[in-house]
């Protein structure tokens, strides 16, 4: 199948952009401050050709690791970062935020209501025989969202003596629900600190990175994680994952990644470090073309008449576009649409399968140059009522309309 555009949606599309057009200023604006910060942090720590040198073995004195990861804690505005290729993913990278930070009868409290799916068996919501963290011996508390906002009430009645770190999730996950901005983020740090000033704040960043001007390392997160197959690494990092955060939690889960005594001082980079530097270098400007694909994607699906999560000019926080399609067939077809209209495996149809880590079978789209990169443009969903699909990436602009365009198409098609 080729790209086929209709007319009716080139119309709704022209539409859709032209209302866009103060908040594609906006987005615009973000993405010169942001680049100006990382911009900055490279000029700073005076990167140089040789950061980029392979190392192996122990990977002992990797000048450009090391580099990388002051820069990411200057980007972030904070203490220490841990940058890491040999983190695989997201999940990953959280899980080593909380094995770093929590001891056996210690309570995790989630104070955004429950984590991310793949989360549920790092923290042993589910699963069994895993070495979760309930098998460990720490225990598990929830905070739900009121109205889809965080509940500071509920959060501080919540905080009694044993909880040891909360856990903010700044993304929508697979929830139809608002991001939570970096300022609602601090208002919940401010709030947990009222009540008991030394509790560890770890927040979940994936999909949040330089969608906005501040980073929850600058509103009190102890500790931040994300993946380089998202936001940050441009869509350049081939793998791996970032910690940022206060320099003690940084060491702590520095030790978790590799082991005790060991931390950040071994990890040979094998040749990564160019591609994750000239990723974090792109990162400022493909977050802001994912940012407008995803407010293009929400402009011409409400005009179409269907609910989309954020409104298109609703504030964000996060690169990613949720539309409710109501109806299986629908939603099946506007991902095998979105992944029909990729540069990289075009021709493969995307099913739903039952996908590690996720209780529902999933089906995803992503005809990306890195396998499975969402900032790159992919679209996925959870086969359940009310069959939402989240769309977000986009390296450019152009070939994000063009793919969103050719899916709105498509469901025309089937009327
Ligand atoms: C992507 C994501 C994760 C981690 O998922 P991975 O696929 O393991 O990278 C965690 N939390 C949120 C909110 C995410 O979007």
């Given at each position: 199948?080729?790209?086929?555009?209709?007319?009716?949606i080139e119309?709704?599309?022209a539409?859709?952009?032209s209302?866009?057009?103060e908040?594609f200023k906006?987005i615009?604006e973000?993405?010169?401050?942001n680049?100006?910060?990382?911009?900055?942090?490279?000029i700073?720590?005076?990167?140089?050709t040789?950061?980029?040198?392979?190392t192996?073995?122990?990977g002992?004195?990797?000048?450009g690791r090391?580099?990388?990861d002051r820069?990411?804690a200057?980007?972030?505005?904070?203490?220490?970062?841990?940058?890491r290729?040999?983190?695989v993913?997201?999940?990953?990278?959280?899980a080593?935020?909380?094995f770093?930070?929590?001891?056996?009868?210690?309570t995790?409290?989630?104070?955004?209501?429950?984590p991310?799916?793949?989360?549920?068996e790092?923290i042993?919501?589910?699963?069994?025989g895993?070495?979760s963290l309930?098998?460990?011996?720490v225990?598990?508390?929830?905070?739900?969202?009121?109205?889809?906002k965080p509940?500071?009430?509920?959060?501080k009645?919540?905080l009694?003596?044993?909880?040891?770190?909360v856990?903010?999730q700044r993304?929508?996950?697979y929830?139809?629900?608002e991001?939570v901005?970096?300022?609602?983020i601090?208002?919940?740090i401010?709030?947990v600190?009222?009540v008991?000033?030394d509790t560890?704040?770890?927040v979940?960043?994936?999909?949040?990175?330089?969608?906005?001007k501040?980073?929850?390392?600058e509103?009190?997160?102890?500790?931040?994680a994300g993946?380089?197959i998202?936001?940050?690494?441009?869509g350049?990092a081939?793998?791996?994952?970032?910690l940022?955060?206060?320099?003690k939690y940084?060491?702590?889960?520095?030790?978790r990644?590799t082991?005790?005594?060991i931390?950040?001082?071994?990890?040979?980079?094998?040749?990564?470090?160019?591609?994750?530097?000239?990723?974090l270098?792109m990162?400022?400007?493909?977050?802001?073309?994912?940012?407008?694909?995803?407010?293009?994607c929400?402009?011409?699906?409400e005009?179409?008449g269907?609910?989309?999560n954020?409104r298109?000019l609703?504030?964000?926080s996060d690169?990613?576009?949720a539309?409710?399609l109501?109806?299986?067939?629908?939603?099946?077809?506007?991902i095998?649409?979105?992944?029909?209209?990729?540069?990289?495996?075009?021709?493969?149809?995307?099913?739903?399968w039952?996908?590690?880590?996720y209780?529902?079978?999933?089906?995803?789209?992503?005809?990306?140059?890195?396998?499975g990169?969402?900032?790159?443009?992919?679209?996925?969903?959870?086969i359940?009522?009310p069959?939402?699909?989240f769309m977000?990436?986009?390296?450019?602009?152009?070939?994000?309309?063009?793919a969103?365009m050719?899916?709105?198409?498509?469901?025309?098609?089937?009327e």
């Open positions: 199948m080729s790209i086929k555009i209709d007319v009716r119309k709704t599309a539409e859709a952009e209302g866009l057009a908040k906006e615009d973000v993405a010169f401050y680049q100006q910060k990382v911009l900055r942090a490279f700073d720590n005076r990167v140089s040789a950061d980029f040198n392979p192996t073995g122990y002992y004195d990797d000048g090391d580099t990388l820069i990411y200057q980007v972030f505005g904070a203490e220490a970062a841990l940058v290729h040999n983190i993913n997201g999940t990953h990278c959280l080593i935020a909380l770093a930070v929590l001891r056996p009868g210690d995790l409290l989630a104070v955004t209501g429950k991310y799916d793949t989360l549920e790092v042993g919501i589910s699963g069994e895993g070495g309930r098998e460990f011996g225990k598990y508390e929830q905070v739900d969202l009121a109205g889809g509940d500071l009430e509920a959060i009645k919540a009694h003596g044993g909880v040891k770190a856990i903010i993304s929508k996950g929830d139809w629900r991001s901005s970096v300022a609602e601090g208002e919940i401010a709030a600190r009222q008991k000033p560890v704040c770890i979940d960043n994936c999909y949040g990175e330089f969608v906005e501040t980073e929850p390392t509103a009190d997160a102890d500790l931040v993946s380089l998202k936001n940050p690494g441009g350049l081939q793998t791996g994952g970032y940022a955060g206060k320099a940084v060491e702590m889960a520095a030790y990644q082991c005790p005594g931390g950040a001082e071994c990890g040979a980079t094998l040749g990564q470090n160019r591609f994750m530097y000239q990723g270098f990162a400022p400007h493909a977050v802001a073309q994912a940012v407008k694909a995803a407010a293009l929400g402009g011409i699906m005009r179409l269907y609910e989309v954020p298109p609703d504030r964000r690169i990613i576009q539309v409710k109501g109806d299986e067939k629908k939603l099946v077809k506007f095998q649409a979105i992944q029909s209209a990729s540069p990289v495996d075009s021709y493969a149809l995307p099913l739903p039952d996908m590690p880590g209780r529902h079978q999933v089906i995803m789209a992503a005809g990306t140059f890195v396998s990169a969402s900032i790159e443009l992919s679209a996925d969903a959870p359940k009522p069959y939402v699909c977000q990436g986009g390296l450019t602009y152009e070939s994000a309309k063009i969103i050719h899916a709105a198409s498509a469901l025309l098609d089937g």
